[in-house]
Nanobody
Framework: QENLIESGGGLAQAGGSLRLSCVAS????????MGWFRQAPGKKREFVAA????????YYSDSVKGRFTISRDGTRTTVRLQMNSLKPADTATYYC??????????????????WGQGTQVTVFP
C-alpha cells in the first residue's frame, strides 16, 4: 500500500495559479501511475489529470485541459499538478491517487488503489 501525502493547496484569485504536490512512499509503490481527482461540496468526485509510471502519457479532463499540467519527477515518487488560469469552479478538495494497473481503466472507473487525504483549493472571484 502506498502512502500519498499532498501539499500546495490554498487560496487563489481567479486567473491565478497554484501548484499541488504529492509524495508517494511505501514498498508497494513500484510502477504506479499517479493522478488527481477533486470533489467540490455537494458534487460528485471527478477526474482531473493522470500520468503514467514512465511519465510519457498524460490524461486530462476537458474542464482543465490547457490550464493544468501534471508531471512527475525523475524518482517517480512525486507528482505535481500546476494549475493556471484558475476559476472559481476549480474550488474543491484535490486528492492524489496511485494505481499499478491499467491507467485508462482506473480513470474511467474511478478506482485507484491508493488515495491521499486531500488538500483544499479555493479560488475566489
Amino acid at each position: 500500500q502506498e502512502n500519498l501525502i499532498e501539499s500546495g493547496g490554498g487560496l487563489a484569485q481567479a486567473g491565478g495559479s497554484l501548484r499541488l504536490s504529492c509524495v508517494a512512499s511505501g514498498r508497494a509503490f513500484g510502477n504506479s501511475a499517479m493522478g488527481w481527482f477533486r470533489q467540490a461540496p455537494g458534487k460528485k468526485r471527478e477526474f482531473v489529470a493522470a500520468i503514467s509510471w514512465s511519465g510519457d502519457t498524460t490524461y486530462y479532463s476537458d474542464s482543465v485541459k490547457g490550464r493544468f499540467t501534471i508531471s512527475r519527477d525523475g524518482t517517480r515518487t512525486t507528482v505535481r499538478l500546476q494549475m493556471n488560469s484558475l476559476k472559481p469552479a476549480d474550488t474543491a478538495t484535490y486528492y492524489c491517487v496511485a494505481d499499478p494497473g491499467d491507467l485508462v481503466v482506473a480513470i474511467t472507473s474511478g478506482r485507484f488503489r491508493s488515495w491521499g487525504q486531500g488538500t483544499q483549493v479555493t479560488v475566489f472571484p
